[in-house]
């Protein structure tokens, strides 16, 4: 028995080595050996692959990091079952200094933004004056966890009053062949930006690994590409209900495993091969700015939801705003709609003005252990509130359709908890 671990090399160098595997009874010590020869990078010139390149290009990954683009672009970019990286986060960063994606470019698309910024910015001090009245910091809560806690409650409100198009980064961990496929459909993508963001990501990608990325495609599948991405990318539903759950999974075969739910203690997941029981559908209402969280679980499906003001703006940020700011962001609101509505700009670029805390129309679809996953991990008091509500929500449908089936959700009233300020990445002194 041996096991090897070679991280040094290239993607496409490491993709090599295993696909040889399949077709060498050779040891990869002896492909090392090839790869240290040719040097790195040039290992996979030396091979003419006879066979489905695809499955090689599983083999190597790389990570891309993003910056400059629009919360949009970013949704764009993670608007993948096997997307993995990280974004930054308007729940724990101050936005206020960040620049903003204006696509128009004209005087009242400006305003539009600006408006919405200088809301954010000159509210946030109020806000949080107000969350420290309202939760004052307890006997024995350290002080700097305390207020770490204040502000990023704080952004947890006034999120819901940033702008689409204001700018983010993010990173993207992938393997070679699935960064081909992503980047197959974001070059017809309804938004310029992120079309023109797939084809400067192709470039890098190709500069680096010309073997992995020089794919030519037909007219007929580009064409096929094209119209799946102007039709169906974004999913709207204008009579979304607020709530509602449907599943196919038959309680009389969910019960032959009711020792699974019984012994199984918190924070353990369900065994995988469950969802072949069947599939769990929710659709509901939530502001996108947490979208953006319920869109990081990967294992199911999630529709990309297009930003309108049709369905309203969250109720959870206007009651958490003091008196006079709630007052101030109610006529801000209603300006602003009639201004977005003013622009007559097609649907898709409208998002860029339209702020995060306006309902989207939700619809994702689970296998039963992913069910179970995201309902409890997202009812938990460090959640969004407001993305928190809807697992409630969800783990109220799942106990009515199956009341036997044991669950581990947080169902505490409150949703403050200092130890938010414990939630950082903080350099070692």
Same mark, same amino acid.
């Given at each position: 028995?041996?096991?090897?671990?070679?991280?040094?090399?290239?993607?496409?160098?490491?993709?090599?080595?295993?696909?040889?595997?399949?077709?060498?009874?050779?040891?990869?010590?002896?492909?090392?050996?090839?790869?240290?020869?040719?040097?790195?990078?040039? %290992?996979?010139?030396?091979?003419?692959?006879?066979?489905?390149?695809?499955?090689?290009?599983?083999?190597?990954?790389?990570?891309?990091?993003?910056?400059?683009?629009?919360? #949009?672009?970013?949704?764009?970019?993670?608007?993948? $079952?096997?997307?993995? !990286?990280?974004?930054?986060?308007?729940?724990?960063?101050?936005?206020?200094?960040?620049?903003?994606?204006?696509?128009?470019?004209?005087?009242?698309?400006?305003?539009?933004?600006?408006?919405?910024?200088? %809301?954010?910015?000159?509210?946030?001090?109020?806000?949080?004056?107000?969350?420290?009245?309202?939760?004052?910091?307890?006997?024995?809560?350290?002080?700097?966890?305390?207020?770490?806690?204040?502000?990023?409650?704080? %952004?947890?409100?006034?999120?819901?009053?940033?702008?689409?198009?204001?700018?983010?980064?993010?990173?993207?961990?992938?393997?070679?062949?699935?960064?081909?496929?992503?980047?197959?459909?974001?070059?017809?993508?309804?938004?310029?930006?992120?079309?023109?963001?797939?084809?400067?990501?192709?470039?890098?990608?190709?500069?680096?690994? $010309?073997?992995?990325?020089?794919?030519?495609?037909?007219?007929?599948?580009?064409?096929?590409?094209?119209?799946?991405?102007?039709?169906?990318?974004?999913?709207?539903?204008?009579?979304?209900?607020?709530?509602?759950?449907?599943?196919?999974?038959?309680?009389?075969?969910?019960?032959?495993?009711?020792?699974?739910?019984?012994?199984?203690?918190?924070?353990?997941?369900?065994?995988?091969?469950?969802?072949?029981?069947?599939?769990?559908?929710?659709?509901?209402?939530?502001?996108?700015?947490?979208?953006?969280?319920?869109?990081?679980?990967?294992?199911?499906?999630?529709?990309?939801?297009?930003?309108?003001?049709?369905? !309203?703006?969250?109720?959870?940020?206007?009651?958490?705003?003091?008196?006079?700011?709630?007052?101030?962001?109610?006529?801000?609101?209603?300006?602003?709609?009639?201004?977005?509505?003013?622009?007559?700009?097609?649907?898709?670029?409208?998002?860029?003005?339209?702020?995060?805390?306006?309902?989207?129309?939700?619809?994702?679809?689970? !296998?039963?252990?992913?069910?179970?996953?995201?309902?409890?991990?997202?009812?938990?008091?460090?959640?969004?509130?407001?993305?928190?509500?809807?697992?409630?929500?969800?783990?109220?449908? #799942?106990?009515?359709?199956?009341?036997?089936?044991?669950?581990?959700?947080?169902?505490?009233?409150?949703?403050?908890?200092?130890?938010?300020?414990?939630?950082?990445?903080?350099?070692?002194?």
């Amino acid at each position: 028995m041996k096991v090897f671990l070679y991280d040094e090399f290239n993607p496409q160098d490491i993709a090599m080595m295993q696909a040889l595997y399949s077709r060498s009874p050779e040891s990869v010590t002896k492909h090392v050996e090839k790869v240290r020869q040719t040097g790195s990078g040039k %290992f996979m010139e030396r091979f003419y692959v006879g066979y489905g390149h695809a499955s090689i290009a599983d083999c190597g990954s790389t990570t891309l990091f993003i910056e400059g683009v629009s919360m #949009l672009a970013a949704k764009a970019i993670e608007d993948w $079952p096997l997307f993995s !990286g990280q974004e930054s986060s308007s729940r724990y960063i101050d936005y206020s200094k960040q620049t903003l994606g204006d696509p128009i470019g004209t005087l009242a698309s400006k305003k539009i933004l600006d408006s919405w910024m200088a %809301f954010y910015i000159a509210s946030l001090p109020k806000v949080e004056e107000h969350l420290m009245a309202k939760y004052p910091r307890k006997d024995g809560e350290d002080e700097g966890v305390y207020k770490k806690a204040i502000k990023a409650r704080a %952004f947890d409100i006034m999120r819901g009053f940033l702008p689409a198009g204001v700018h983010t980064q993010l990173s993207w961990h992938t393997n070679l062949r699935q960064a081909g496929d992503k980047l197959f459909l974001l070059k017809h993508h309804p938004l310029k930006e992120v079309r023109d963001l797939a084809e400067k990501i192709h470039a890098e990608l190709f500069a680096k690994y $010309p073997h992995s990325f020089g794919h030519k495609f037909s007219d007929e599948q580009e064409n096929y590409r094209k119209y799946l991405q102007s039709k169906y990318n974004y999913f709207f539903n204008a009579d979304v209900p607020e709530f509602k759950m449907k599943t196919n999974i038959k309680t009389s075969e969910l019960n032959k495993y009711k020792d699974i739910f019984a012994k199984r203690p918190e924070k353990t997941g369900l065994p995988n091969f469950l969802a072949e029981l069947g599939n769990v559908t929710y659709d509901f209402l939530l502001d996108f700015g947490s979208f953006r969280d319920i869109q990081r679980h990967r294992n199911g499906v999630c529709r990309m939801p297009l930003l309108t003001t049709k369905l !309203g703006f969250n109720e959870w940020y206007l009651a958490e705003l003091p008196e006079a700011v709630r007052k101030e962001a109610n006529g801000l609101i209603k300006e602003q709609k009639k201004a977005i509505v003013a622009l007559k700009t097609d649907k898709e670029t409208a998002q860029y003005y339209t702020a995060m805390g306006f309902n989207v129309s939700c619809r994702v679809t689970y !296998g039963l252990p992913a069910a179970v996953y995201v309902m409890e991990l997202r009812s938990g008091r460090p959640v969004h509130p407001t993305l928190r509500k809807v697992a409630h929500k969800m783990h109220a449908a #799942l106990k009515k359709a199956f009341p036997l089936m044991k669950t581990h959700p947080d169902l505490a009233l409150t949703d403050w908890d200092v130890k938010r300020g414990l939630q950082d990445i903080r350099e070692r002194k």
